[in-house]
Every structure is written in structure tokens, then in C-alpha cells.
């Protein structure tokens, strides 16, 4: 993954990827309950890195999900929220989703502050089941790739809005491009300027 970091002396990120089920629902970021962990916090003197937990809950319920951020608070400072881009949300380039994407940023943010999470988002932009093509295309951009203004458009929207709404101390805007550089290098080619566009955008919503 390509990451955009913060200037900090010394930090190292350490990812622990808890693999469950993909999450379909989150519910409504005003209504969190309180999670209590049993804190198994080591003994000794604070690390000198920060360690980060994948988003994945265990099950594949509301409940689940505000558990996994309260046990990444409780052993950790970070969170990776990982996900494709909701192409048809971003095509006109409006920063207007749906209200299902709106709630699970609001409840997201709302868990990530509650656990004193700092956040990294990484977009995926390729298929996981095939990292030579891109993640499922919708039907009105069937058969287009990122030489298309429509895909280049709802990607950077994506990215702005993520940016904006979640202020990632890191962000990658991919996730194994070397694959895709591997196996399609046409496709990799068509969006590595997409790419540039990304990052200057991020850096003009978080110059941080």
C-alpha cells in the first residue's frame, strides 16, 4: 500500500489484520453503547510504536463492530478501515452520499474518538479476488477502467470525501498496486496520473 503519513520522528506503524466477516450494517452513530474490555494491557514501559487493528469484526452485527474499535483502544492507538470505492455514490463528484455511507462515517468517526483511535483509510481499488482488474465496476460503468472520466471522477470524489470526513493520520490510495502493475500494467498505467491527483488532493483537504 501507498501511504500519506504525518511528519512525526520515529513512528512505526504496526498493522494486525483480524480477518471475519465484511460489514454489512453499522446503525446509527447517535445510539453507541459503552463496550467494556478486560484490560490485558502488557506490563513495562510504553511502546515506542504504534500498534493498529483492522476494523473486521468477529460477527457480522452493529455490536461486533463498536467491539472491535473498543478492543483496538484498549491494546492499541490506530485503526485501518479498509473498503472499495461506492462508485455510483462518487460519479457525479458530488461530496453527498447516500445516508448509509454518511452513518457509517458518522459512526465510524464517533468510535474512533470515543476509543482515542487515531484512523488510517485505505482504499481498494482492485478486486480482492483478482488484484489484475479493478474492484466490480456498477452497471452504468461497465466495461470502463480508469482511462474514463466517469471511474477518474467518483475514485477522486471517494478520496476527497474520505479525507474531509475522516482526517486519516494515514492514508493509501490503493491497496496491492504492485499486483496490478504485475498482472494489468495497462490498467496500472491509466492510474498512476489518477493517483497524483489523489494525493494532491488529500494534501489540500490534510495537509497533514
Request: proline share 6%; glycine share 6%.
Amino acid at each position: 500500500m501507498t501511504f500519506l503519513h504525518r511528519r512525526s520522528a520515529n513512528v512505526r506503524l504496526s498493522i494486525a489484520l483480524l480477518f471475519a466477516l465484511a460489514l454489512a450494517g453499522c446503525g446509527d452513530a447517535g445510539s453507541i453503547a459503552g463496550t467494556e474490555t478486560e484490560d490485558l494491557s502488557p506490563a513495562g514501559p510504553k511502546r515506542a510504536f504504534a500498534m493498529g487493528f483492522s476494523a473486521f469484526p468477529d460477527e457480522n452485527t452493529s455490536e461486533a463492530y463498536q467491539r472491535t474499535f473498543a478492543q483496538a483502544g484498549t491494546y492499541g492507538e490506530m485503526i485501518l478501515i479498509q473498503r472499495p470505492v461506492p462508485w455510483s455514490e462518487f460519479i457525479t463528484g458530488s461530496l453527498n452520499p447516500s445516508k448509509s455511507t454518511q452513518d457509517t462515517t458518522r459512526l465510524e468517526t464517533a468510535l474512533a474518538q470515543r476509543n482515542g483511535l487515531d484512523v488510517a483509510i485505505a482504499i481498494d481499488v482492485t478486486d480482492p479476488r483478482d488484484r489484475h482488474r479493478l474492484a466490480p465496476l456498477p452497471d452504468e460503468l461497465k466495461g470502463k477502467n480508469f482511462g474514463s472520466e466517469e471511474v477518474q471522477r467518483s475514485y477522486l470524489t471517494y478520496v476527497r470525501y474520505m479525507a474531509a470526513s475522516y482526517r486519516p493520520k494515514y492514508m493509501a490510495l490503493a491497496v496491492e498496486v504492485n499486483l496490478l502493475y504485475g498482472g494489468n500494467p495497462a490498467e496500472f498505467n491509466r492510474f498512476l496520473p489518477v493517483y497524483r491527483q489523489a494525493f494532491d488532493i488529500v494534501k489540500e483537504v490534510s495537509p497533514d
